[in-house]
């Protein structure tokens, strides 16, 4: 499943994504191009993940992450999506978004209502504060992958 490609370190340029409207749901997306999407493990499953995040040489942040098939959006590509869970002052288009993946926690899942969406990826944010506490995720907070030079990518933990 999942576990055994994690940790998994990815570094790669935030590009525009589908224009679906994310963060006017409050839930803004930085989407890595296509390039880097196709470097991920063919096999690794779709679905809702949470790991850390930094934007250029900033601080290091929380995010929930999803990667696959927007089911509730009918994508016809698939994408690998991170949202920070971190106020910024401006939009980071063109930066380059530096993440570890720790932990999975659900599959892609359809939903009735735009309402139970938000409410899915509300209690997603949640579960990922939580796990992320824990000193087997916090410590690759510490990694010194957000340190490197920009290229050095090693996908071994
Ligand atoms: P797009 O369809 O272009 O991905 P979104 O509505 O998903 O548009 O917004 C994503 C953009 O919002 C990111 O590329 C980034 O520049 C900006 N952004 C601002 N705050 C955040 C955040 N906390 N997490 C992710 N992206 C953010
Ligand atoms: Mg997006």
């Not at 994504?17 to 999407?37: C, D, H, M, W, Y």
């Not at 929380?62 to 016809?76: A, R």
């Not at 720790?102 to 359809?110: A, H, L, S």
Request: aromatic residues 12%; hydrophobic residues 35%.
């Amino acid at each position: 499943g999942a576990m055994r490609h994690l940790p998994y370190f990815c570094r790669g340029e935030v590009v525009k994504g589908f224009g679906r409207g994310s963060k006017e749901l409050g839930i803004p997306t930085a989407n890595f191009s296509e390039q880097v999407v196709e470097g991920f493990p063919s096999d690794i499953p779709t679905g809702i993940y949470y790991g850390w995040a930094c934007v250029g040489n900033g601080d290091v942040h929380k995010m929930v992450l999803s990667i696959g098939w927007n089911p509730f959006y009918k994508n016809i590509k698939k994408s690998v999506e991170t949202h920070i869970i971190h106020t910024f002052k401006e939009d980071f288009y063109g930066e380059i978004l530096s993440i570890v993946i720790t932990g999975y926690i659900r599959p892609e899942k359809n939903f009735d209502s735009l309402d139970a969406l938000i409410s899915a990826i509300q209690e997603d944010i949640e579960e990922a504060k939580r796990q992320l506490d824990l000193p087997e995720h916090l410590k690759l907070k510490e990694d010194n992958f957000f340190h490197l030079p920009e290229g050095k990518i090693v996908n071994n933990p």
